[in-house]
């Protein structure tokens, strides 16, 4: 396996044979784990990500079969596992088995998610770049979202009365990584208070017949810097139309 992990590194014969299998998606992303500081412990975590990926005769694991059913490719997952170095064995099995029981079916919050509209591909999108930290990522804004029995939290409900759902959340949220709970939460908290409230800023925005759709699509992509583009947005375009905000 070290053998095999040098040979990638150096473009040598094992690995040439190797990608003549068709699993360049699957070399690309031990490439990542090598080449972003895994370094000593480099070994130890391509071998144990070869191992949850392939059999000993080289065919794929239930994990790669389940991903790829549902439309996820090792791309998907080297996005959002990039440099989790010698964690990204754990990292992926943590979370896999968030979406995936052990017969490849679904779990509830995969289920949840897509009654919502959301599949794996725009929770993939969403955590990309969450590296180590990708299955508590997605638990944390799951559980923001979502009560223990699949119920909307009061986040949701606000949110879908002023016709805002979880398709224009996840197109916001895309690229947001581990900070996508704490992103969304302060989104949320600019737009409404505790009570479900808006607050000043929709309330000012909606003087000037914006709206949160409006908003939304601006947003779109914005991602772990969203709260700041939000701030900006409203205060820097206000002032423009000559509109204070009592603050």
């Given at each position: 396996m ?11 014969s094992s ?5 003549n299998?068709n699993i ?10 090598y ?6 412990k480099?070994?130890t ?8 990926w392939?059999d000993?005769?080289?065919n794929k ?9 549902e439309g ?7 996005s ?7 964690k ?12 995936f029981?052990?017969?490849g079916?679904k ?12 599949n ?7 955590l ?5 930290k990708a299955?508590?990522a ?18 949701l409900?606000?949110?879908g ?7 224009n959340?996840?197109?916001i ?6 900070n996508?709970?704490t992103?969304?939460?302060g ?7 505790e009570?479900g ?5 929709l309330?000012?925005l ?6 949160l759709?409006?908003m ?27 509109i204070?905000?009592?603050?």
């Amino acid at each position: 396996m070290e053998k095999l992990l040098e040979d990638i590194k150096n473009n040598r014969s094992s690995y040439q044979k190797i990608q003549n299998k068709n699993i360049d998606e699957e070399i690309k992303f031990a490439k990542s784990v090598y080449l972003s500081g895994a370094r000593g412990k480099a070994p130890t975590a391509f071998k144990g990500l070869y191992g949850l990926w392939f059999d000993k005769e080289g065919n794929k694991t239930q994990y790669l079969k389940t991903l790829e059913k549902e439309g996820i490719n090792l791309a998907n997952i080297s996005s959002v596992l990039n440099r989790a170095r010698g964690k990204a064995p754990t990292a992926f099995k943590d979370l896999y088995d968030l979406w995936f029981d052990e017969e490849g079916n679904k779990t509830q919050y995969l289920k949840t998610l897509e009654r919502k509209g959301v599949n794996l591909a725009s929770t993939s999108s969403i955590l990309s770049g969450a590296r180590a930290k990708a299955s508590t990522a997605f638990k944390d804004l799951h559980d923001l979202w979502f009560d223990k029995d699949g119920n909307e939290t009061q986040y949701l409900k606000t949110l879908g009365e002023e016709k805002i759902n979880l398709t224009n959340m996840s197109s916001i949220l895309s690229g947001a990584g581990a900070n996508a709970a704490t992103a969304f939460k302060g989104l949320y908290d600019l737009w409404f208070d505790e009570d479900g409230n808006k607050t000043q800023y929709l309330k000012t925005l909606g003087e000037e017949k914006i709206n949160l759709t409006n908003m939304s699509s601006i947003l779109s992509g914005a991602g772990l810097m969203l709260q700041q583009h939000l701030k900006a947005y409203m205060i820097c375009g206000l002032m423009k139309m000559g509109i204070k905000l009592n603050i």
